[in-house]
């Protein structure tokens, strides 16, 4: 009945989803067609008025800034924890991951369980291999899994890069191109940093060695990790970090794409789901690397980001884009929650 339950609301979440998606794709198309007017364009900067209030100032990016701001990236994460306003979330992560630790084992038996009755979501991913490279997965959950692997911000940066020299050097979309790559070293450091701190067993180790929950053993040795990785690298989960890094530079730079989020925070659920079902994480190795990634890419966004506001038009009231509303039903006995989005 359980399995029933998470089957019909991931169907009923990914269908909406879907039509928010197309429907707000035909919204902003003709949005971005009457920016493109408001685009100022010289040598150094460019202009893009992002609405009615605000507008976003854009500098031509350098191919040295893929690299040049990592220090830069991985001190302003350490200073963004300490701030007052992010006090809270790093709150919220820590405790969050310290009262789901030790639901572990049970989270991932369910999800495993969940997996294997929705066919083939609790095999572990395989990709087939093409050019010497693994890259074209072999069922749903390997291309889940992908959204959070680094090739997949790799062929995101591709494609910006190539829709900014196409749309007659957009820095915008250079910039965020750069980003992506940037964020990719950032986050990866960050990451490898506190794993090898925690030294936390993925569960696919854990379930060998009858480990319920993941063996910790801190500050494992660098031999020790680079030959049996599988035994210290869980926590936290590089993948999420990654993904949302990704997905909070894309929306910070669009933000008039109202989609994106609603979008890309459902395909972060169904990474998460993937990654328990498939055994290679626990579910409380995501809320430090959703803070890791989210923090880590706003910075980078924000650092080339110059916003203008515009106060004479300020007393304009904004719509609503969407309206959402929640409902309870049956489908053949089985209690469905549903969302409804209208626009």
């Known amino acids: 009945m359980r399995a029933k339950i998470y089957y019909f609301v991931v169907l009923g979440t990914l269908f909406l989803f879907s039509f928010s998606s197309y429907a707000q794709v035909a919204v902003d198309s003709v949005k971005v067609n009457s920016l493109l007017t408001d685009t100022i364009k010289n040598t150094y900067q460019q202009s893009v008025r992002i609405d009615i209030n605000t507008t976003y100032i854009f500098s031509k990016p350098r191919t040295i800034d893929l690299i040049r701001y990592i220090p830069s990236d991985i001190y302003q994460f350490g200073v963004s924890l300490t701030r007052k306003e992010n006090l809270k979330w790093d709150a919220l992560a820590v405790g969050t991951t310290v009262a789901m630790i030790p639901y572990d084992q049970k989270i991932l038996e369910d ?49 910006f890069y190539v829709k900014g020299l196409i749309n007659r050097q957009d820095y915008r979309a250079l910039n965020t191109s750069s980003e992506l790559v940037e964020a990719l070293l950032s986050v990866g450091v960050t990451t490898q940093a506190f794993k090898r701190i925690t030294g936390r067993q993925s569960p696919v180790a854990a379930l060998e060695t009858n ?6 053993t801190p500050f494992p040795s660098f031999s020790a990790f680079g030959k049996h990785t599988p035994y210290y690298d869980a926590m936290p989960s ?6 949302m890094a990704t997905l909070v530079i894309i929306s910070t730079n669009y933000p008039e794409y109202k989609w994106i989020k609603p979008v890309g925070y459902s395909l972060g659920g169904l990474l998460a789901f993937s990654m328990v079902s498939n055994k290679v994480h626990w579910a409380s190795d995501y809320p430090i690397g959703i803070l890791i990634g989210y923090m880590i890419g706003k910075n980078i966004a924000e650092r080339r980001i110059t916003v203008k506001k515009d106060d004479a038009v300020g007393m304009i009231p904004k719509k609503p884009r969407y309206d959402i509303s929640y409902s309870l039903n049956q489908f053949y006995n089985t209690p469905l929650a549903g969302v409804t989005i209208k626009f």
Do not use: C, Q
Not at 211 to 216: K, N
């Open 238 to 243: 590089g993948h999420m970090a990654t993904f």
């Open 211 to 216: 480990h319920d929950g993941g063996h910790w």
């Open 111 to 159: 999800g495993i369980d969940l997996g294997d009755r929705l066919g083939g979501w609790d095999e572990s991913p395989r990709y087939k291999r093409v050019l010497g490279l693994e890259f074209i997965p072999t069922s749903v959950s390997s291309a889940v899994y992908y959204i959070g692997n680094g090739n997949t911000t790799l062929f995101l940066s591709g494609f």
